[in-house]
């Protein structure tokens, strides 16, 4: 029969509620991008006093972009400030045998709740939520969901080299396009990267 605070191996389900977790690594890396201090540190996560400083670095990030995102809404930063005030006690608080974990989760999801519009206990969303993206972070976004190899990148820097020639030449947006077999999107997309156009302008006109 299994003993309260029994260690057991690294197959065996822990009890304590602290192990190796590449979920918790990947999160703080969300947070604190992946050249924080905690990149590679999945297996820390089995001291609790490793736990509670993760705890503790992602909410502080979570308050500084909350602060300067809520201007228009006293009450929700009110009640979000209180529950990242109540995260950092518990995780001030966390025991070695996981108590004060299940608290500190219930937060988080309350926390989340909140910033999803939940409000007053109604299952059902008292705010609505708008989330958007400027071109420059849309672009950003695209990139770093589809990342290039060595050679792509050569040959996407020669197609802007040519692109940028072809404009400069008095070519229109589409006419680069069959010169590159590329759509005129794409084409339409490297310029405005590179700053010769600007994204309102019709292809056609360009």
């Known amino acids: 029969m299994r003993q309260r605070g029994q260690v057991f191996s690294k197959n065996s389900e822990p009890t304590s509620g602290f192990s190796y977790c ?3 690594e990947y999160a703080l890396s969300e947070l604190l991008s992946s050249n924080s ?9 089995s001291n609790h006093v490793r736990v509670r400083h993760a705890v503790l670095d992602a909410s502080r990030v979570i308050r500084i972009r909350l602060s300067s995102i ?3 809404d006293d009450r929700l930063r009110l009640t979000t400030e209180t529950h990242l005030d109540a995260i950092d006690r518990l995780a001030k608080g966390l025991k070695s045998n996981g108590v004060g974990l299940l608290p ?4 988080f999801i309350h926390l989340t709740a909140l910033l999803l519009g939940y409000d007053w206990f109604a299952g059902k969303p008292n705010r609505e939520v708008v989330y958007f993206q400027t071109l420059e972070q849309q672009l950003k976004d695209d ?4 990342p290039a190899s060595p050679m792509d990148r050569v040959e996407y820097r020669r197609r802007v080299k040519v692109a940028k020639q072809l404009y400069s030449e008095g070519l229109r947006v589409s ?4 010169v590159l077999n590329q759509t005129e999107h794409r ?19 360009t």
């Not at 201090?37 to 996560?45: H, Q």
């Not at 500190?104 to 937060?107: D, G, K, R």
């Not at 156009?197 to 006109?205: D, G, Q, T």
Request: charged content about 25%; proline content about 0%.
């Open 143 to 146: 990139m770093e969901r589809h």
């Open 22 to 24: 590449v979920e918790l």
């Open 175 to 178: 006419q680069i396009a069959g």
């Open 37 to 45: 201090k905690w990149n590679g540190l999945a297996g820390s996560f």
């Open 70 to 72: 809520i201007t228009a």
């Open 104 to 107: 500190l989760l219930a937060n």
């Open 187 to 205: 084409i339409k997309d490297i310029l405005v990267r590179e700053g010769v156009i600007n994204r309102e302008m019709n292809a056609k006109n």
